[in-house]
C-alpha cells in the first residue's frame, strides 16, 4: 500500500512560480514511476509529469520548458516546479505512483489557480 499526500497548491499571477510537493508513505520502495497529473473543471485528468524510478522524465507539450519534475526516491517525494504559470493552468495537482502488478495510487489532489 502506498499512501500519497500532495501539497503547494495556492492562488498565483500569472507569470508566478509554485512548487508542488508530494509525499509517499508506506511501501515507497515499490513504487516505479510517479507523475504529476491535472484536471481543469470541465476537462479530463490530462498526465503533466512523469518520472521513471531511474530520472527519465517526459512532460505535457503545454508545460515543457515551464515545468519541471524531480523525485527522491529515498525520501519517496515528488515535486513540480512551475514557472511562468499561466491561467490556463489552473487545475487540480494530482500525484500518482505506479507499481507494478498494481492499481496506480492517486493523492487528494492540490488546487493551483493562475490568475490572469
Known amino acids: 500500500q502506498v499512501q500519497l499526500v500532495e501539497s503547494g497548491g495556492g492562488l498565483v499571477q500569472a507569470g508566478g512560480s509554485l512548487r508542488l510537493s508530494c509525499a509517499a508513505s508506506?511501501?515507497?520502495?515499490?513504487?516505479?514511476?510517479m507523475g504529476w497529473y491535472r484536471q481543469a473543471p470541465g476537462k479530463q485528468r490530462e498526465l503533466v509529469a512523469r518520472?521513471?524510478?531511474?530520472?527519465?522524465?517526459n512532460y505535457a507539450d503545454s508545460v515543457k520548458g515551464r515545468f519541471t519534475g524531480s523525485r527522491d526516491n529515498a525520501k519517496g517525494t515528488l515535486y513540480l516546479q512551475m514557472d511562468s504559470l499561466k491561467p490556463e493552468d489552473t487545475a487540480v495537482y494530482y500525484c500518482?505512483?505506479?507499481?507494478?502488478?498494481?492499481?496506480?495510487?492517486w493523492g487528494k489532489g492540490t488546487l493551483v489557480t493562475v490568475s490572469s
Open positions: 500518482n505512483a505506479e507499481v507494478f502488478g498494481t492499481p496506480n495510487y
Open positions: 508506506g511501501n515507497i520502495f515499490s513504487i516505479d514511476a
Open positions: 518520472i521513471t524510478r531511474n530520472g527519465n522524465t
